[in-house]
């Protein structure tokens, strides 16, 4: 699988309910609007979802009175069949300082294999609905400025024994096994054998991907029952994408001071 540049964008998961939902733009004219300037600015869009390789495509219309949405991609693109079959397809590209992302229903490959005005290249056209809101967020980058440059990797996911409670937790330790992180008295207990899904581990503002993590072991700082712990997790279900996107950032010595002995066992 080919690696994936830093400029690529990156499809993540959808909070709702949650941190997205001052992101979203709803008004049918902005949605447009933003659509048209991702079109002009005739930058990579992927097409997938937060487990698979993305697909890399252009979007060169966007048909408002038709209600559709037509990319383009190099013919014998890798992926391609597989992203069709997906049950669920987002787009995501990086405009500007943002980075847009909306879902993509009823994607398919249109009759023409050639998309008109682009080149003499075989190009495969796709055709989806106009999506009905995208999500506007600024780039990790720059959040990142903003947080301070010094930070270490973090992980974010739902307690999974309360979902609607989003922790975001500091890696005390990260290897191509598992990773350690602290949990701070005040938030929810993780024991061992429990079972986290749909983590976002962030290495820093250009590397994250998602995983699953499995406890292994919990170590308290001390005695007091009111102190916080340290949770050693392996890695559980990383789809391959997120596994190079780990090895990249161990091998350019991206990995934290450790602050424990992380066993798996």
Same mark, same amino acid.
Do not use: Y
């Given at each position: 699988m080919p690696q994936?540049?830093?400029? @690529?964008? *990156?499809?993540?998961?959808?909070?709702?309910?949650? /941190?997205?939902?001052?992101?979203?733009?709803d008004e049918t004219r902005k949605c447009l609007a933003l659509l048209?300037?991702?079109?002009?600015?005739? $930058? #990579? *869009?992927?097409?997938?979802?937060?487990?698979?390789?993305? *697909?890399?495509? @252009?979007?060169?219309?966007v048909d408002d009175l038709a209600g559709r949405l037509h990319f383009s991609a190099a013919a014998g693109t890798p992926g391609l069949q597989a992203l069709l079959a997906l049950p669920e397809i987002w787009a995501a590209a990086n405009l500007h300082s943002t980075k847009l992302q909306f879902? $993509?229903?009823?994607? %398919? *490959?249109? +009759?023409?294999?050639?998309?008109?005005g682009l080149g003499g290249d075989a190009r495969i056209r796709l055709e989806a609905a106009l999506p009905s809101h995208v999500y506007s967020l600024p780039r990790r980058q720059a959040l990142r400025q903003r947080q301070g440059r010094h930070q270490a990797p973090r992980l974010r996911f739902r307690h999974p024994l %309360? &979902? %609607?409670t989003v922790l975001s937790l500091a890696a005390l330790?990260?290897? #191509?096994?598992?990773? /350690?992180?602290?949990? &701070?008295?005040?938030e929810l207990p993780? /024991? &061992?054998?429990?079972?986290i899904g749909g $983590? +976002?581990? !962030?290495?820093?503002?250009?590397?994250f991907f998602f995983t699953d993590l499995l406890v292994q072991h919990v170590t308290r700082a001390s005695d007091d029952p009111d102190a916080g712990a340290r949770v050693g997790c392996s890695w559980l279900n990383t789809? +391959? #994408?997120?596994? +190079?996107?780990? !090895?990249?950032?161990?091998?350019?010595?991206?990995?934290p001071t450790s602050l424990l002995t992380l066993r798996l066992d």
């Open positions: 994936r540049d830093r400029a @690529t964008p *990156v499809i993540d998961h959808v909070d709702v309910a949650g /941190a997205w939902a001052r992101f979203r733009v048209r300037e991702l079109r002009n600015g005739d $930058v #990579s *869009v992927a097409l997938g979802s937060p487990r698979s390789a993305p *697909v890399l495509a @252009t979007l060169w219309a879902g $993509v229903h009823g994607l %398919a *490959v249109a +009759e023409s294999a050639r998309a008109p %309360a &979902p %609607a330790d990260i290897s #191509s096994q598992g990773c /350690a992180m602290w949990k &701070p008295a005040s993780l /024991a &061992p054998g429990v079972q $983590v +976002e581990v !962030q290495l820093d503002g250009d590397s789809p +391959e #994408s997120g596994r +190079e996107t780990l !090895q990249r950032w161990l091998q350019a010595g991206g990995a």
